[in-house]
T-cell receptor
């Protein structure tokens, strides 16, 4: 079974802090994704990566950056957390070919106060 | 831009009844369609993946159909159980995965 894990289930940070969200997948998938999910707005793509050290902006990259130094690990960084970044953050991975399933992690509920 | 719609937004049924969940999308040039389940406060669990060349896919009590030309998919859940209570999301893959807003299902014991 594919396993996507996220470093924290719940996180509380203060405004202005630098925040790191970590995601690890164990199936050697090329593609990894970061989404945020908010009531009424659904799932929105923040960033994705299709290879080590490669990254592409999604629909809402402002205020975020990412890092992929190893194939299995994809990190989301909030350079200076703000209250409007309070959200559920979901990591996902998928094999390189487009006819494969996308798998999600359990999510990190981030609260910025 | 791909738009994915799921109707109804919420559904409540008695245990044992069959569930029918609908998904429509605007651009038929897709690679595949995926159905997910999400429990409150949790991540998404993949249920079924239908390739664009397929008409349906089955897994246990779940059956999903795809009519690409009309931009529709339907997820059938047979003999519903209280444990089926969750939000069900469909997503279509073209250049990226686009999600519907989901249908929240409640199965009453």
């Amino acid at each position: 079974d594919v396993k996507v894990t996220q470093s924290s289930r719940y996180l509380v940070k203060r405004t202005g802090e630098k925040v790191f969200l970590e995601c690890v997948q164990d199936m050697d998938h090329e593609n990894m994704f970061w989404y945020r999910q908010d009531p009424g707005l659904g799932l929105r793509l923040i960033y994705f990566s299709y290879d080590v050290k490669m990254k592409e902006k999604g629909d809402i990259p402002e205020g975020y950056s990412v890092s992929r130094e190893k194939k299995e690990r994809f990190s989301l960084i909030l350079e200076s957390a703000s209250t409007n970044q309070t959200s559920m953050y979901l990591c996902a991975s998928r094999q390189g070919q487009r006819n494969y399933e996308q798998y999600f992690g359990p999510g990190t509920r981030l609260t910025v106060t | 831009k791909q738009e994915v719609t799921q109707i109804p937004a919420a559904l409540s049924v008695p245990e044992g009844e069959n569930l029918v969940l609908n998904c429509s999308f605007t651009d038929s040039a897709i690679y595949n369609l995926q159905w997910f389940r999400q429990d409150p406060g949790k991540g998404l669990t993949s249920l079924l993946l239908i390739q664009s060349s397929q008409r349906e896919q089955t897994s246990g009590r779940l059956n999903a159909s795809l009519d690409k030309s009309s931009g529709r998919s339907t997820l059938y859940i047979a003999a519903s159980q209280p444990g089926d209570s969750a939000t069900y999301l469909c997503a279509v893959l073209d250049y990226k995965l686009s999600f519907g807003a989901g249908t929240t299902v409640t199965v009453r014991a």
